[in-house]
């Protein structure tokens, strides 16, 4: 575990000075709340907002090393994406980039260890409740679908290390609710693949050579979505550590392939 914290905090620190070259005022900072709780999110309108029509909604789950109160640090990795101009006009959508609490996750998982101690893997129950933080996200999109300001029909998913895992855990829970969606670098249990693989088309993108979140776990999901007959692309990047989300983000095609996609 300590591991994991000092090299999440080294990409934080790498990336952080890359990131405010960009503004990101454009996010206005929300909040959220619900029962006692509450969830910080930024997002982002449309280009020339129209309170009468109904957007497409993409959310984005950041990773471990973004996890805060400050909502802010959770547009480090992504953020910039969404803000080009030319695909704000070619495909206005309201994007939302919610904030994990520190010490918490958006998927559960339990961290396998060998007789030492090491930690040597994860486990993925599916048969335990959604951590909170993944449940207020899905009240928060019920919250804007109820406004009538979100295309209930156009619903996108996306997240990269702990939000690929969070990605993972959402389209398996709510496999009605989606329209696609694009885990980077993510990891879950493989089984929950049938939940969706009918109804969800999946984008994975991993490292080849991730020293924390092993690749094997994308791959799996591949192979299985693909036996289920569902509507799956995978791309791996040879050589490419944790950070594939940066490879990810320069994939022309990402965006399209989300929007040609509806329920």
Known sequence: MRYLLLF????????????QDVDMSAYSRENFYKDGDTLQYRMLEPLHYDSYKKYPVIIFLHGSGERGRDNAAQLLHGGALFLKDSLRKAFPAIVIF??????????????????????????????????KPGALVKALL??????????????YIGGLSLGGMGTFD?????????????????????STAANYAKK????????????????QFSRDFYAELQRLHGEVKYTEYPGVGHNSWDNAFAEPGLVPWLFKHHK
């Open 98 to 131: 919610p904030q994990c609490p520190p010490g918490m996750t958006w998927a559960p998982f339990r961290l396998k260890r060998d007789t030492s101690g090491k930690v040597t893997g994860a486990e993925f129950p599916a048969d335990v409740p959604q951590p």
């Open 8 to 19: 999440a905090l080294t990409f934080t620190n790498i990336f952080y000075m890359q990131a």
């Open 200 to 215: 969800i088309p999946v984008w994975i993108f991993h490292g080849g050579a991730d020293p924390v979140v092993p690749v």
């Open 170 to 190: 959402m389209i398996a829970r709510y496999p009605d609710v989606f329209a696609a969606a694009f885990p980077i670098c993510g990891a879950g249990d493989v």
């Open 142 to 155: 019920d919250s804007l679908l109820a406004s009538g300001k979100v295309d209930p029909k156009r619903v």
